[in-house]
């Protein structure tokens, strides 16, 4: 995925890509809130700020 580093997937069939590439950025996404890296805003949706939100309760 562009601006999404190490976030790829590959599999014989569309179907099966887009299978791989859901998990594969969720998977990503969740290491680096867990971690506490900033995360890229993506489609306007900004985890940075509820990462920020649950951290502080």
Do not use: H
Request: aromatic share 4%; charged share 20%; glycine share 8%.
């Amino acid at each position: 995925m562009p601006n999404l580093q190490a976030v790829c997937a590959n599999n014989e069939t569309f179907k099966g890509c887009r299978s791989e590439l859901k998990k594969t950025l969720s998977d990503w996404i969740a290491l680096g809130l867990k971690l506490g890296l900033k995360i890229l805003i993506i489609d306007g949706i900004n985890l940075n700020e509820i990462n920020q939100s649950v951290i502080s309760v």
